[in-house]
């Protein structure tokens, strides 16, 4: 049975990633798929029917076992009344009341509390705000570098997607670099002419080799291309065997980038693994976001670099 601990820290980095990814759709205008809005509903239920309960229940147990947050009653507690005092017979004995410091008392709870604002108390109370993953690669322990460099069999997970505005034409990718214990690292970059499969490429060689930098000796790829995955699994052998030819004797398309990859799995235990893309997997989702954005500020700074050399 997984640790308890260990599930709600997995609901809550899915959480952050969802969150993040629908502030990147927000803020560059790409409506968010809506499986993926699904997975983020569903996982705020489960992060609070888990601290509803106080973690007697499994996080993967049904969402009709918690109880919602409508059945609970948010009005002020009436304090008891006070007891009755005791009749005394004979002449009453005075003594004297001993000196108490008052106590701090907390400010009272509001009157009335929404459905909605308790929500969002309890969530506050266990998200924290996400910092850019953009400056999280920076706060990189240098301890941590240097234990990870010693360690034996250093696991590292890449997720990896490449976008182009036309195919060919403005493109951008984006990977995202995890390994256990440090924070998350996000790459992305463009170029002005290119094509979806270039980028797809570009994505995990930027991504295998910042793993492989970072100390990682075995790698779990993840993307939403065929033509990447299929290509490292089933036709690199055979390719390199025709000396870069295809079955039908063709060059084959971006080499370049096929020798790149070539050389960083040499030697290493890489697996790669295909997802589907738009289905709302929160990593991939993630950087599909950053990819389009990354291929549209291309794209908008290149037209940008036309016009002003027509004037």
């Avoid at 990633?17 to 990147?24: F, V």
């Avoid at 108490?100 to 109370?125: D, H, I, N, Y």
């Avoid at 990718?173 to 256990?180: D, E, F, N, Q």
């Avoid at 060689?205 to 790698?219: C, D, F, H, P």
Wanted: proline letters at 10%; glycine letters at 8%.
């Amino acid at each position: 049975m997984p640790n308890r601990s260990d599930e709600l820290t997995r609901l809550m980095q899915r959480y952050r990633a969802l969150c993040e990814a629908t502030g990147i759709a927000r803020a560059n205008g790409i409506p968010l798929a809506a499986a993926a809005q699904n997975a983020l509903v569903d996982l705020e239920q489960r992060i609070l029917g888990f601290a509803e309960l106080g973690a007697s229940t499994s996080p993967h147990a049904p969402i009709t076992q918690t109880p919602p947050l409508s059945n609970l009653d948010l009005s002020p507690v009436s304090p008891p009344p006070p007891a009755p005092k005791p009749q005394l017979s004979g002449a009453p004995r005075i003594i004297p009341a001993p000196t108490v410091q008052p106590l701090a008392v907390p400010p009272a709870p509001p009157a009335q509390m929404t459905v909605s604002e308790g929500r969002r108390s309890l969530v506050s109370r266990l998200v924290r705000p996400a910092e850019p993953l953009s400056e999280m690669a920076n706060a990189v322990d240098p301890s941590c570098t240097e234990a990870a460099s010693n360690a034996k069999g250093l696991p590292a997970v890449v997720f990896t997607d490449g976008s182009a505005e036309g195919n060919p034409g403005p493109g951008g990718y984006c990977a995202l670099v995890r390994i256990p214990g440090r924070p998350d690292r996000e790459l992305s970059g463009g170029t002005a002419h290119t094509t979806n499969n270039k980028m797809e490429l570009t994505a995990a060689i930027v991504g295998l080799r910042t793993a492989i930098e970072a100390g990682a000796t075995e790698v779990t790829v993840y993307s939403d291309s065929e033509y990447l995955v299929k290509g490292m699994t089933d036709w690199l052998p055979g390719w390199k065997r025709k000396n870069w030819q295809t079955a039908g004797g063709q060059p084959v398309k971006n080499r370049e980038l096929w020798e790149q990859l070539a050389q960083l799995v040499d030697g290493r235990t890489v697996r790669w693994n295909w997802v589907k893309g738009h289905a709302g997997h929160p990593e991939n989702e993630h950087c599909d976001l950053v990819a389009t954005a990354a291929a549209r500020r291309v794209a908008k700074s290149h037209s940008t670099s036309n016009f002003d050399q027509e004037l």
